[in-house]
């Protein structure tokens, strides 16, 4: 049986700890062709689609199939489970539904979407927001990595047409309905296997404060503009203004140049924010914001800010939820402040995510984990799930 084992040397990141694995690197070139190779063994047709995500086909290729799958990338130094697990569960239950005979009478496939995670061009489910036209073809091409390389280069050396992505509707009439399987990455369950109900409304806000740069011994502290003081600020303003469940993180901080003895002339700073509805995040990142803008005029630096990306409030599709939990015997239903290519599709197809526990509620780490019969559970859920909607 495939197994989370057999991919555990790729990707591996010896400076951060756990995998890096991010859209079209090698590592996750590397797993793309693993998967393909274990899609093939099963007689599955791997066909890719235009916006670089794979499929693997189990029966022709055609309208309302079963889709389930997850990603194969991660964060920068992330943990084993967020997106492989849902992958590899995907291929045993294939194998399981195999086992016990079982014939679809609807095709059913087996999806890889690529950079889910953002972590390599910055934008979360660039795979599933590029099939359902949730980003443009022309911003996603020209998204770039931290050495200049841009998400259209990166997708042509991998074999794919930047002028041939865009929302694909051939694509999405495939999709009958979408399951992914997922690690859950809260303490919020505490059975082997929950069901997903909602997903926050969450977004990344991107602030570019611009000072002077200039010598760090020779510069007087009167004389300076230094955008890291309000890029400092900033990071203690997402921690006041995250109140009330709303969430706020600042994780990459980037200055130019970057020098211990070097005063920055610019810094990057990235926000994540997540909220309970769409207005309540605006009110996050609006009150963060106005705090950058204040500690940015007080250094006599000057910031300004770019939504990356955004989505609002997810709540997956009761009825099919319903379904499910019915055909498990009855399954907790949780939100979730994760965000999944499965959140992207809720808002085209009928979609569900299956969890399993994760017994430390670490994610995003290399502590990330998932006990192996928890696990076991997943793929049996979800072959059960399989079986129950391509009958
Ligand atoms: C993806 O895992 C995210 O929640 O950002
Ligand atoms: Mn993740
Ligand atoms: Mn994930």
């Known amino acids: ?62 309208p309302d199939a079963v ?68 980003v443009s073809p022309e911003a996603a091409c020209k998204l770039t990595d931290p050495d200049g390389v841009s998400f259209g280069e990166a997708a042509h050396k991998a074999g794919f047409d930047p002028l041939r992505m865009g929302r694909d509707e051939q694509a999405l009439r495939q999709i009958g309905q979408f399951v992914e399987l997922h690690v859950e990455q809260g303490r919020g369950l505490d059975v082997p296997v929950g069901l997903a109900s909602s997903i926050l409304a969450h977004g990344r806000w991107r602030f570019t404060f611009t000072g002077e740069g200039n010598h760090a011994g020779a510069t007087l502290i009167e004389d ?3 955008p890291m003081l309000p890029a400092s600020q900033l990071v203690l303003a997402a921690r006041r203004a995250a109140t009330g469940g709303a969430r706020a993180t600042v994780g990459r901080i980037v200055p130019n140049p970057g020098g211990t003895n070097v005063i920055a002339s610019s810094v990057d700073v990235w926000l994540d924010a997540r909220a309970a509805d769409d207005a309540r995040t605006r009110e996050v990142v609006e009150a963060i914001s106005e705090a950058a803008h ?4 007080e250094e006599g630096c000057e910031v300004r800010v770019t939504e990356e990306s955004y989505g609002d409030t997810v709540h997956f599709d009761s009825a099919l939820r319903n379904e499910i939990s019915g055909v498990l015997g009855g399954v907790p239903a949780l939100p979730t402040g994760a ?12 979609t569900a995510m299956l969890f399993v526990r994760n017994p430390t509620g670490v994610s995003h780490a290399p502590e990330e984990h998932a006990e192996p019969d928890d696990c076991a559970a997943g793929v049996v859920a979800l072959a059960s799930t399989l079986e129950h909607l391509a009958r």
Not at 44 to 61: C, H, I
Not at 79 to 91: I, K
Not at 93 to 112: C, E, Q, T, Y
Not at 294 to 297: D, L, Q, R
Request: hydrophobic residues 40%; proline residues 5%; glycine residues 16%.
């Open 224 to 226: 300076r503009r230094d």
């Open 1 to 62: 049986m495939t197994d989370l084992a057999d991919i555990a040397s790729v990707g591996r990141d010896a400076r951060r700890g756990g995998y890096s694995r991010h859209g079209f690197d090698r590592a996750e070139v590397e797993l793309r062709q693993w998967f393909t190779e274990e899609a093939a063994r099963r007689g599955l047709d791997v066909v890719p689609d235009r916006n670089g995500n794979l499929w693997a086909w189990w029966g022709k290729p055609g």
């Open 339 to 350: 965000g999944h290519d499965a959140g992207i599709l809720a808002g085209h197809v009928p």
């Open 67 to 134: 889709v389930t799958g997850s990603h194969l990338d991660s964060v920068p130094g992330g943990g084993a489970f967020d997106g492989p697990l849902g992958v590899v569960s995907a291929l045993q239950a294939v194998d399981a539904l195999r086992a016990r005979g079982f014939r679809p009478s609807k095709p059913i496939a087996v999806v890889v979407f690529v950079e889910e995670e953002g972590g390599r061009f910055g934008v979360a489910c660039l795979g599933s927001r590029l099939m359902t036209g949730a």
């Open 294 to 297: 204040a500690a940015a005029v």
